[in-house]
């Protein structure tokens, strides 16, 4: 059976491009990058190339990029950092509709003594920026606000809640796990101070990421230890895998035009086709302000969990936007601060696309979901309301 991997907000298949150039650096170019001896001369002149490829696509310099091991440790030292950086202030400023990297990160801190301001989104999953003006105070230390919500796809104006952020003088850090790659972002314009890339959602391996450190943004070490890293993440860096994330970087920036019209194409025909043919399915978000390849839509008196093993079935492979995977009764905490109804908040699917995702594909969702939705909502126990079944 071929597999449909419609899954790409969770994970991305490696480009064949960036396997190959990892290799030589699996094999035959093993040596430390830190070495005196020109065989390690060569592998640090790979890793360098490969900072200058990431700071190209984030439109910065080269210095202002570090590689850690994922989105979760560069979004864990920025937060940790900061307040390191400046414990005097012990104010954070977060939304409800983070990713837990951050979330669970600023709880712990709130846990600590520290006060913590959770901003709501309506119903769309779109901030209000007077509630961040009104949030910030003297006491603010840091304000961690995502680029793109993974779960979603809503895009937030993070130009905008950069310029209220720097004008209160806080620190603004900015989860863009989710949209590099996918939608420009030019730091060179945006002040933003530290930002997340993780590798794997932008056909690199799993296991590298970027922290991006606006110059002058004072950042002790998380992770001490050698010089490597300008001195901020000590540990000999994993090379085959920088080079690999350097390389997906070159092809992002190459791609990104692509990302915004022929998969946003797929992407706008599979919601719309899921929207015209199954009932009462509905949009979490808006098209106009998602990701061009998320789309999260809830299928009203149906579990999320029944339909992925449906989907399964048939080699489909997507997320359901309900914790009930993981064991949970409880839905999404992004789908709560919305305000999605419990009857469908449990029946969400996310859809996520790439680059690689072909019409054919799109259309084999299409074939299989409106069957799958009226057979599970015919035995779920929610039931549908009677006036809507003989409307």
Sequence with gaps: M????????????????????????????????????????????????????????????????????????????AIHSTLEAYPDKRHVIATRVEHPAVRVTCRYFQSRGYRLTELPVDGKGRLNLDQIRNALSDDTAIVSVMHANNETGVIFPIDEIAQIVKAHGAILHCDAVQSVGKIPLDLSKTPIDLLAVSG????????????????GTRLPAFIKGGHQEHGKRGGTENVPYIVGLGEACRLAAEHIEEETTRVRGLRDRLARGLLSSCLDASLNGDLDDLLPNTVNVSFEYVEGEAILLHLDAHGICASSGSACTSGSLEPSHVLRAMGVPFTRAHGSIRFSLSRYTTDEEVDAVLEVMPPIIERLRALSPFGRKPERAEA
């Design 2 to 77: 071929k597999v449909v991997y419609l899954d790409n907000n969770a994970t991305t298949r490696v480009a064949d491009e960036v396997f190959e150039a990892m290799r030589p650096y699996l094999t035959e170019r093993y040596g430390n990058p830190s070495s005196m001896h020109a065989f390690g001369g060569e592998v640090a002149h790979a890793v360098e190339r490969a900072r200058d490829h990431a700071a190209a696509l984030l439109n910065c310099s080269p210095d202002e990029i570090l590689f850690t091991s994922c989105g979760t440790e560069s979004d864990n030292t």
């Design 200 to 215: 794997h959602k932008l056909h690199a391996p799993k296991g590298v990421g970027i922290l991006y450190v606006r110059r």
